[in-house]
T-cell receptor
Framework: QKEVEQDPGPLSVPEGAIVSLNCTYSNSAFQYFMWYRQYSRKGPELLMYTYSSGNKEDGRFTAQVDKSSKYISLFIRDSQPSDSATYLCATYNDYKLSFGAGTTVTVRA | DGGITQSPKYLFRKEGQNVTLSCEQNLNHDAMYWYRQDPGQGLRLIYYSQIVNDFQKGDIAEGYSVSREKKESFPLTVTSAQKNPTAFYLC??????????FGPGTRLTVL
C-alpha cells in the first residue's frame, strides 16, 4: 500500500469555480502535511504547510487535515487560469517526504 | 538572490554511460535531497544528506551515487547500472527537513 494516495485526475473546471483536491494517507503517525504546486516542466513549490489536524487558510487556498480519517484536502476558491498546474500532497515522517501522485488541474477561462 | 539551481536543464545519455547532475544551493540549508519524478508516480526519494560528508539511501537508490563534499553542493551520478533512467530529476534542500524547497529540475533522456 502506498503511504499517500491521490487521485491523478485530470480535473477541469471553469474560471471562478471551487477546486477540491484530496489525498489519503496510511500512517497515523504522520504529523506534517504539505501541498505543493508544480507548473509544467518546473520544480514543485511549497503552497501550504499544516501540522496535525485542522484548517489553514492562505488567501484563496484552504488546507484541511482530518487525522481521524487520515484525509487531507486542498480547496482553491475563485479559481483562475493561473492556478492550472499539478498539485501534489505530501506527508513528512522521520527523514523524508512521501508524495501523492499529483492531480493535474486545468482552469478554463 | 537565494535559491536552488540545477544543471543542465536537459541531459541526454547514451546506453552504458554515466552522467552527473548538478545541484547547488545558497540558502545555507544543511539537508539536501534527490528525487525522481515519473508520470503518474509522484516523487520518489533517491538519496538524502543531512550534513556535509554524510548521506543515506532513499527508496530507489540502486543505480545512483552521490557525494556531499560541500554544504552548497549535492551532485547525483546516474550510473550505467540504472536500467530505466529516463525521468525528471529534482533536487531539494531544507533547514528543518519537513519544509523542503525544490530546484527547477533536470530532464534526463536515454538515447
Amino acid at each position: 500500500q502506498k503511504e499517500v494516495e491521490q487521485d491523478p485526475g485530470p480535473l477541469s473546471v471553469p474560471e471562478g469555480a471551487i477546486v477540491s483536491l484530496n489525498c489519503t494517507y496510511s500512517n497515523s503517525a504522520f504529523q506534517y502535511f504539505m501541498w505543493y504546486r508544480q507548473y509544467s516542466r518546473k520544480g514543485p513549490e511549497l503552497l501550504m504547510y499544516t501540522y496535525s489536524s485542522g484548517n489553514k487558510e492562505d488567501g484563496r487556498f484552504t488546507a484541511q487535515v482530518d487525522k481521524s480519517s487520515k484525509y487531507i484536502s486542498l480547496f482553491i476558491r475563485d479559481s483562475q487560469p493561473s492556478d492550472s498546474a499539478t498539485y501534489l500532497c505530501a506527508t513528512y515522517n522521520d527523514y523524508k517526504l512521501s508524495f501523492g501522485a499529483g492531480t493535474t488541474v486545468t482552469v478554463r477561462a | 538572490d537565494g535559491g536552488i539551481t540545477q544543471s543542465p536543464k536537459y541531459l541526454f545519455r547514451k546506453e552504458g554511460q554515466n552522467v552527473t547532475l548538478s545541484c547547488e544551493q545558497n540558502l545555507n540549508h544543511d539537508a539536501m535531497y534527490w528525487y525522481r519524478q515519473d508520470p503518474g508516480q509522484g516523487l520518489r526519494l533517491i538519496y538524502y544528506s543531512q550534513i556535509v560528508n554524510d548521506f543515506q539511501k532513499g527508496d530507489i537508490a540502486e543505480g545512483y551515487s552521490v557525494s556531499r563534499e560541500k554544504k552548497e553542493s549535492f551532485p547525483l551520478t546516474v550510473t550505467s547500472a540504472q536500467k530505466n533512467p529516463t525521468a525528471f530529476y529534482l533536487c531539494a534542500s531544507s533547514i528543518d527537513q519537513s519544509e523542503q524547497f525544490f530546484g527547477p529540475g533536470t530532464r534526463l533522456t536515454v538515447l
